[in-house]
């Protein structure tokens, strides 16, 4: 049986793609500092798998517990998840988004390549395509200017891979570019799980509907799209998760380098998300227009072909389903992992 090593896999995407992984027969081994997670994560992921997880409270920069790791499991391949994520919270701390980001990649690399691990797949985002690159994105497109210090570290991390990677013939890596993850499992026992007010779209909404913000605003209705809102192409964590369980089949019979966008291809705009939720869910999420959000892009969506092609993954569930399954976690869980702790 094959041993994936999750960096950052508490977390709310490497939570999901645990699940994914262990019900596809892979064993699993997770190493976290839970600065933006819980171990409960975790130990929810083995009540709904029914499997058992190697968990590892660790900080990846730390080569020295990075290598007590991997000398006590044998890797066959690294999924790197750990890293910092909060947009404006990079504008305003870019050191400390450049130290933990960066570092961890380094870290991750120096570690594989004394054990011989050969397989590393990245968790890249689609803001690495910059301000002006058209739509639909493709793979091919060149990395653009990234408008905030975390779509740099984003960047840079994605040469230095590639940098690695013409230098060693040996590894072999995956740049996965996230587009807008939302939703949660449809147990609702895992989800996301953002710290004080947060920054992304559909954790707001849900703690609006839930009672513990007041109201959403949204920011700006006077972009060049259909309704004024921005325009996104949001993916159910689930599907995802998925994305990753092909991208881990790939790279174990694959060498090289890969990039591939994870989207849907489809962009719906913040006002079609916030009225998609009070339908399916049935319940109001007081909302107003405010001012445009600093940075925002109008609207960006991924051309998803390559992923069919080569890994044979598609996105299966619909917004209907991201909608459902975000406020099923929200509801269950009003206070996240926090009461589990
Ligand atoms: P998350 O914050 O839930 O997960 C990241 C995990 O990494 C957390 O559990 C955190 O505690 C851990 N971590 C951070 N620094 C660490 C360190 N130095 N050592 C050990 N653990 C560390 O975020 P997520 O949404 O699951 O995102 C996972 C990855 O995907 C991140 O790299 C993120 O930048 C990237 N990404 C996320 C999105 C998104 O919208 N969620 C979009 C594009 C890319
Ligand atoms: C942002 C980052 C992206 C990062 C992702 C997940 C940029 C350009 N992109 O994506 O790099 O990977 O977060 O961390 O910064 N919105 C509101 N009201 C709110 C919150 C959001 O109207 O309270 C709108 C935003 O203006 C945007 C949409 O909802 O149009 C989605 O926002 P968000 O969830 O933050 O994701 P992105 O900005 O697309």
């Not at 130290?99 to 054990?115: G, K, W």
Request: charged share 25%.
């Amino acid at each position: 049986m094959k041993t994936i090593f999750l960096a950052g896999g508490a977390g709310y995407i490497g939570s999901h793609t645990a699940v994914e992984l262990l019900n596809a027969g892979y064993e699993v081994v997770v190493a976290d500092n839970y600065s933006n997670s819980s171990p409960e994560a975790i130990r929810r992921v083995e009540q709904i798998t029914g499997k058992s997880v190697k968990l590892y409270e660790a900080d990846i920069r730390d080569n020295a517990k990075l290598k007590e790791i991997f000398r006590e499991n044998k890797i066959d391949a690294v999924i790197h998840f750990a890293g910092l994520k909060a947009v404006g919270e990079s504008v305003k701390k870019p050191v400390m988004y450049y130290r933990n980001n960066i570092d961890t990649t380094l870290s991750l690399l120096e570690v594989m390549a004394e054990f011989d691990v050969r397989n590393i797949i990245f968790s890249s985002s689609a803001t690495v395509y910059g301000e002006s690159n058209p739509v639909p994105y493709l793979e091919t497109m060149q990395r653009g200017v990234c408008t905030n210090p975390y779509g740099w570290t984003k960047a840079m991390m994605e040469q230095i891979f590639e940098d690695a990677a013409k230098a060693d013939e040996n590894l072999s890596v995956i740049l996965l570019r996230y587009f807008n993850p939302i939703g949660a499992h449809p147990s609702g026992m895992i989800g996301e799980d953002p710290r004080g007010i947060p920054n992304n779209l559909m954790p707001y909404i849900t703690q609006v509907a839930v009672g513990k913000r007041d109201h959403l605003t949204i920011f700006g209705k006077d972009y060049p799209t259909p309704d004024g809102t921005c325009m996104r192409d949001y993916i159910h964590v689930v599907d995802l998760a998925k994305g990753h369980v092909k991208a881990v089949d790939y790279i174990l019979e694959h060498s090289g380098v890969e990039v591939f966008n994870l989207g849907t291809g489809r962009p719906y705009s913040v006002t079609e998300i916030v009225n998609a939720f009070e339908q399916v869910n049935g319940v109001p999420v007081p909302h107003e227009y405010g001012a445009r959000r600093e940075g925002d892009l109008p609207q960006f969506f991924a051309n998803a072909d390559k992923a069919l092609k080569l890994l044979g993954w598609k996105t299966e569930l619909s917004l209907e389903d991201m909608c459902r399954d975000s406020w099923n976690w929200q509801k269950k869980n009003p206070n996240g992992y926090r009461n589990s702790d």
